[in-house]
């Protein structure tokens, strides 16, 4: 009976004494909520009309030369049930010179999702498999002209349209291993493509598409490196765009490559470029290629981790459904009923949806509420839930396994 944060029909009363709610309808259109203090942001600013802005026009990133840059990637949406196809409707102003990427994933099983998603010119989109969640990322780049403004995102959760897309992403989510020309990406101080700043020693790598482009402090898209000449390997995650390209998704078979699906799968278009003079030797911006690097790696990574001294060749696997909770987003466990409410505590907070013993949710972050006690514990902490018919909604973290926060690491608002 259960669904994702979702609302079901109940008549008992719940274990912090609150009515159960009566049952929704599936989440099928939607409002992304471009204010939400749960979403993971980087050099975002909201203007006095709620719409969503770059925040400081001088930020940058290596993935995006020259061009000011904001990420914000909206909490978790719960479907309420399971659709592979969706239907994407933004409205923003976006000057010459400036653009907003637009891109979806969603997730069937806790702590996996499928790669992110763009909308095609109409705004319709597939993913690699049915889920029963999305998250909506929006990547907004400018220039000295202008910054793009947007006022309001809208999905439409479609009906699936075949099982022959769900197969093809099975075979490109299965884990593959490449040998691969590996760069050494320094840049400590610099910003990554998800609003990571990176340390020094840092553990991370870049590859040249954003459909794995995982969260910032996110592991839900990561690679494992082996280095031949020390025998040294290293998992790690992917937090940057790059290197030469952005939208070569190698790993993925010809017919789901987004640039370049006339190469062999594994071939990077750099690599291609630089040994073959494929696209006249050149990367997708016009840049004349200097090495075949088919990814970057960070500094911790290239020489604690890899023991590497020197750029080279390295042996990836492509994990791309590792991980668990993107976006800020984690798992927790009930281990008890009990009601979801509209806001942090229980005085004034009405019920909206329920958690169910040894069921599984996505949460977002936590936050300092109304203290309760229950079976001899007391706690003033809240976790945060996604709700399948919108919206989010609150849980004494007292009632899920794990820590006093429900295994929940983010606090909401930061």
Not at 160 to 186: D, H, K, P, W
Not at 217 to 244: I, N, S
């Amino acid at each position: 009976m259960l669904a994702v944060g979702g609302l079901t029909p109940v008549t008992a009363a719940a274990a912090d004494g609150g009515e159960r709610p009566a049952a929704q309808s599936p989440a099928a259109d939607w409002r992304v909520d471009l204010a939400s203090t749960s979403a993971d942001q980087h050099n975002t600013r909201h203007r006095a009309d709620g719409r969503l802005t770059i925040g400081d026009r001088r930020a940058r990133t290596a993935s995006a030369p020259g061009r000011a840059y904001a990420v914000y990637t909206a909490p978790v949406q719960s479907l309420g049930r399971q659709t592979d196809s969706f239907t994407v409707r933004r409205q923003a102003q976006v000057p010459s010179g400036s653009q907003v990427l637009t891109e979806v994933r969603g997730s069937a099983h806790p702590g996996t999702w499928t790669q992110w998603t763009a909308p095609d010119a109409g705004g319709r989109l597939r993913l690699s498999q049915a889920v029963s969640v999305l998250q909506v990322r929006l990547t907004l780049l400018g220039d000295r002209s202008g910054s793009p403004v947007v006022s309001d995102v809208r999905v439409h959760a479609d009906p699936s349209r075949s099982t022959a897309r769900a197969a093809a992403g099975a075979s490109a989510a299965a884990s593959v291993t490449y040998r691969l020309f590996a760069t050494r990406e320094g840049l400590t101080g610099q910003t990554t493509a998800n609003g990571h700043v990176i340390q020094p020693r840092d553990h991370f790598v870049a590859l040249p598409s954003r459909r794995m482009l995982a969260s910032n402090g996110g592991r839900e898209y990561q690679v494992r490196l082996c280095y031949a000449r020390t025998g040294r390997c290293e998992t790690a995650p992917v937090w940057d765009v790059g290197p030469w390209n952005t939208k070569d998704d190698y790993w993925n078979p010809s017919g789901l490559r987004q640039m370049w699906n006339d190469l062999p799968q594994g071939t990077p278009q750099a690599q291609a470029a630089y040994q073959n003079g494929y696209n006249g030797g050149r990367d997708e911006f016009g840049r004349r290629v200097a090495n075949p690097a088919g990814i970057d790696v960070a500094d911790g990574t290239f020489w604690d981790g890899l023991g590497m001294t020197d750029n080279d060749w390295v042996d990836v696997t492509f994990q791309p459904t590792d991980g668990g909770g993107g976006g800020g987003t984690t798992n927790v466990t009930a281990w008890a009923e009990a009601n979801v409410r509209a806001c942090a505590g229980i005085t004034g907070c009405d019920p909206v949806s329920k958690v169910y013993p040894n069921e599984t949710y996505p949460a977002n972050c936590w936050k300092t509420g109304e203290r309760i006690s229950a079976e001899g514990y007391t706690s003033d902490k809240w976790v945060e839930l996604p709700l399948r018919a919108g919206g989010v909604g609150y849980v004494s973290a007292i009632y899920l396994k794990g820590d006093e926060t429900g295994g929940v690491s983010r606090r909401c608002g930061t």
